[in-house]
């Protein structure tokens, strides 16, 4: 590593003193004091993480120090607030005599009672950041006598004083992550950190007080029982609750099994997976029965002020547009002289680890790798299911690993471990060549690879949102950190021995683009359509920011008369939350949304932009289509295992049709389609590689795998032709196009999208599509038309299976839907994540059937003007987001013929049944 970089490190304000707390209330001789006074301090920790300290001058710790008193004692706390957000001290279940927090530099003061015995958590009571280290237990016990008892190898139950135990562990269960303390016979408190091992004697007698602050978690201790509290029930399982919840008891270490090795952990599955369990070893007596501390915010990082020590970077899981993996330190990162423009990159050195939390999030998510150096160990690291909570990983092996969420594919964060033996930031193995590993099952991809490098790009562009294409500017500037990197050779070339090093900055890699114009759409350079559509095209603007409400995302409403934005659709009263695709009702007055990134659909009056209801339908909701038969809703449950049903006329889930059978690995449904006769609903199925054929009532008819036996193709949206004949599913990380026989679910072509692409050099020699999602078939039943979020608009034909075309996108480039033409024909209407303008494909401009020629025929602004109605302000990523796209009327086949007469006098007899001419 550069002395430049190590250099910062002497900006850190010495924090190196290892703390030892004596809590005295654990001595007799205190026993019966009534009243204790503690001081604390807030302090930002150096991987940006927050904890309390003891005092002023001690390091903050994770958890907070653990307070013993007696029932019916009094609890002073003078608290000051030395980080940047608000902080304040809340013990649910105990009276406390002030609920404010003290703002940056504030010091407030709380009065708790603790008039009930019991094992509380205390927390900063700060929106969620508390889960970043903000908390810390009390334990409040008998005024007189036994504390509690422990069953005996031979069964009997034996009371347990104060001055019997040998030592005591307070252990947090956050996230995925257990947070420790271990307490001695005579009161010291030593921080374990985070993932610790814990260690005893055999005979000792050890108490655990086991808290769960967030997600609900199975606690579990190999070869230990222990009692249920207040019973002589005997359990070696405690269920803590979503929100917060405690439990304590007391164990003799070893008792009826003697010395070994013996696990704990949650026992949800996905929580194991992603790394929440660890080692209680019982040495023979005469061992020392020491615990092995884990990840340490002060450790071995970037910045850090421990090198001697495991380190640890956490990346809070959140909502925010490019932020979606942000490190904790981001704001400090992006501070550093390097122009680093993404808060979701961190580094570390070898054996430190990576803490994921889901502090800022309404969804569920896996904690996915991407990408990791080749002969990483333990990779990928992946969970078998969504859920809220986090992880956490210890790397060993120097290199990029790419980090993602598997329900949100875009999502990225992104852990660079450095061997500070070599010049530069390691982004892959030192001693692989400097190469890496893909999800996908390519082994061995050199750094300096068109691909490779590529992937970067994709990063740097999706995480910074200074590097997206704002039309509003004229203007488009991409910059790349100045830090130096260390790749498998020349970039675009060969693999050279030791690989070389360059700032990411450097202009052989490409990557930086200068002032390139963006022309307004709608000027001469990038015209709108010369001929109107039909109706309106609804967007979903996901990313763009309002002041009414602190969750991103809005719908932009183009009308097609004049490719003017008419309204934006902020729905600030709900605090809508990355509203991601939309659907019609039968006669087009009201507008179904999914929000992705939550657990609701939301019902919009069309001709108002109102809200007619806010409807809770499952964990992270992708899709929504209408069954065409009775105009029932489908809600594809992202998230979950099934696709709930919405009675037409209704406002509540009647059913959900699971999409896997039960027991079975969740499928986790995202784009899905309906059949234009209502009676099948298909699905592409993210969690097992496969398209699913669901009976519109139920029952699984076809199962069908598109990844042709590789790893993580990632089936994402779903096109069927309009007489059902075929259905095509977009896999997203194969690049590929599966084509299925719609009766019989068979699988019938994969088409290549990278066929004509080599990965190492860069070279095309023919058309493209790298990374595609949406890809509906146009209501004619000609063509396919896949938005590839690699930046192509691919064009399929429908009769060979071929690619006949590609087109230009912005980066990001993601939705894509048909709506009618004034006059005949069809448009293509494609959004892009990363630019805020709407790109208007016209798929066959002749009306000849050749789709071969089919042409971008123009462009759209989704930035609001002064004209534009609005139920809230854009404050910031004006029109940005754009993912899914609904052109008012609906003109599929199977839809079009139940519009009301006043929309389908605006279409053409061929428009108004799309395949009976």
């Known amino acids: 590593m550069k002395e430049q970089i190590i250099g910062f490190k002497k900006r850190i304000a010495a924090l190196a003193v290892f703390m030892l707390l004596a809590v005295a ?53 003078t608290l000051t607030n030395n980080t940047a957000v608000d902080v304040g001290f809340n013990a649910p279940g105990l009276v406390n005599n002030n609920s404010a927090k003290a703002t940056p530099g504030q010091t407030q003061n709380y009065t708790l009672h603790a008039n009930k015995t019991g094992t509380y958590v205390y927390h900063g009571d700060n929106n969620g950041k508390e889960l970043l280290g903000l908390f810390g237990a009390i334990i409040v016990d008998k005024k007189n006598g036994p504390v509690d008892s422990f069953v005996n190898g031979d069964g009997s139950i034996v009371p347990v004083t104060q001055a019997d135990l040998d030592k005591q562990f307070v252990l947090f269960m956050v996230g995925s992550t257990f947070w420790g303390t271990e307490i001695s016979a005579d009161g010291v408190q030593k921080p374990l950190w985070a993932a610790p091992d814990l260690g ?112 640890l970077v956490t990346l809070e899981v959140s909502d925010e547009p490019a932020s979606w993996f942000r490190s904790a330190r981001g704001d400090a990162i992006v501070g550093l002289p390097f122009d680093i423009k993404t808060k979701s990159l961190e580094v570390i050195y070898p054996g430190s680890s990576v803490n994921f939390i889901m502090s800022d999030t309404n969804g569920v998510h896996t ?31 120097p290199g990029l690993y790419v980090f993602t969420c598997k329900v949100h594919p875009y999502m990225f964060g992104a852990v660079i471990v450095d061997d500070p033996e070599t010049d530069g930031l390691d982004l892959g193995n030192p001693a692989m060549d400097y190469k890496i590993d893909l999800v996908t099952g390519i082994s061995g991809l050199p750094t300096s690879s068109d691909l490779a490098v590529r992937l970067l790009k994709t990063f740097f562009i999706a995480t910074s949102p200074a590097n997206w294409q704002d039309y509003s500017t004229g203007v488009w500037n991409v910059r790349f950190p100045n830090l130096p990197v260390r790749i498998s050779g020349v970039p675009y070339g060969g693999i050279k021995n030791g690989g070389i090093a360059a700032p990411l900055s450097d202009d052989s890699l490409q990557l930086n683009i200068y002032n390139a114009p963006l022309p307004m759409p709608g000027s001469i350079e990038t015209p709108h359509p010369a001929t109107p559509g039909v109706g309106e095209v609804w967007v979903n603007t996901q990313f763009e920011k309002t002041a009414g409400k ?42 179904y949304q999914t929000q992705w990134f939550d657990t609701k659909l939301s019902m919009i009056n069309r001709e108002t932009g109102k809200l007619i209801k806010n409807i809770t339908v499952g964990n992270t909701p992708s899709h929504v289509v209408t069954l065409p038969s009775n105009d029932d809703l489908t809600i594809a449950i992202n998230g979950e295992n099934g696709v709930a049903i919405i009675p037409a006329g209704t406002t509540t889930v009647s059913k959900m049709l699971p999409t896997q059978a039960h027991g079975h690995t969740s499928a986790n449904p995202h784009g899905h389609w309906v059949s234009a006769d209502g009676t099948k609903i298909v699905t592409p199925n993210i969690n097992t590689n496969d398209i699913g054929i ?81 890809s509906p078939v146009s209501p004619d039943g000609k063509a396919v038309v896949i938005a590839a979020t690699g930046g192509q608009i691919v064009i399929v034909d429908t009769k060979t299976d071929k690619i006949v075309k590609m087109l230009p996108c912005d980066p990001g480039c993601h939705g894509a839907n048909f709506g009618a033409k004034e006059g005949g024909g069809y ?59 609904m052109a008012v009327p609906n003109v599929y086949n199977g839809w079009v013929q139940n519009l009301p007469d006043v929309w389908k006098n605006g279409l053409t007899a061929a428009q108004r049944n799309p395949i009976g001419h």
């Open 25 to 77: 209330f654990l001595s007799s001789s205190m026993a019966m004091a009534a009243v204790h006074s503690f001081s604390f301090t807030a302090k930002t920790l150096p991987n940006g993480q927050l904890g309390y300290a003891p005092g002023s001058d001690a390091e903050a710790v994770i958890p907070g120090p653990a307070l013993f008193v007696k029932q019916g004692d009094t609890i002073q706390i």
């Open 694 to 774: 669901y009976g519109a009532t139920g029952g699984i008819h076809a199962r069908t795998p598109t990844g042709n036996n590789a790893p993580g193709a990632h089936p994402i949206a779903i096109g069927m032709m309009p007489d059902s004949s075929k259905i095509y599913a977009a896999n997203l990380l194969h690049h590929s196009l599966s084509v299925v026989d719609g009766a019989t679910g068979a699988l019938l072509d994969t088409v290549n999208l990278i066929a004509n692409y080599n990965h190492i050099t860069g070279d095309i020699s023919g058309p493209v599509g790298v990374l595609p999602i949406q």
């Open 550 to 591: 602190y969750k991103p995302g809005t719908t932009t409403v183009v009308d097609t008369s004049n490719w003017t934005v008419k309204r934006k659709v902020a729905l600030p009263e709900i605090n809508n939350n990355n509203p991601h695709n939309m659907w019609t009702n039968r006669d087009q007055s009201v507008i």
């Open 827 to 885: 448009y293509a209407y494609v959004t892009t994540k990363f630019g805020n303008r709407l790109t208007v494909v016209d798929i066959d401009p002749d009306n000849n059937g050749d789709i071969s020629d089919a042409h971008i025929a123009g462009y759209v602004s989704l930035v609001d003007t002064a004209s534009t109605a609005k139920d809230d302000t854009v404050s910031s990523l004006p029109g940005f987001g754009g993912q899914g796209v």
């Open 367 to 397: 904690i996915s790798t991407l990408l990791w150096p080749t002969g990483a160990h333990h990779m990928p690291f992946d969970q078998s299911s969504a859920y809220r909570g986090g992880g956490i990983v210890k790397l060993t092996t």
């Open 200 to 311: 005893a004697v055999e005979n000792d007698l050890v108490r655990f007080h086991v808290l769960s602050v967030g997600p609900g978690h199975t606690f579990h201790l190999h070869a230990h029982r222990w009692l249920k509290k207040d019973t002589t029930t005997v359990i070696d399982t405690k269920l803590l609750n979503d929100g917060i919840d405690t439990h304590s008891f007391t164990i003799k270490a070893g008792s009826g099994v003697g010395p070994g090795d013996w696990q704990f952990h949650c026992h949800l599955i996905a929580h194991m997976e992603a790394g929440m369990h660890g080692s209680f070893r019982v040495d023979p007596v005469g061992g020392d029965g020491h615990s092995v501390v884990g990840a340490s915010p002060y450790g071995n990082i970037l910045l850090g002020t421990r090198p001697s020590e495991p380190g």
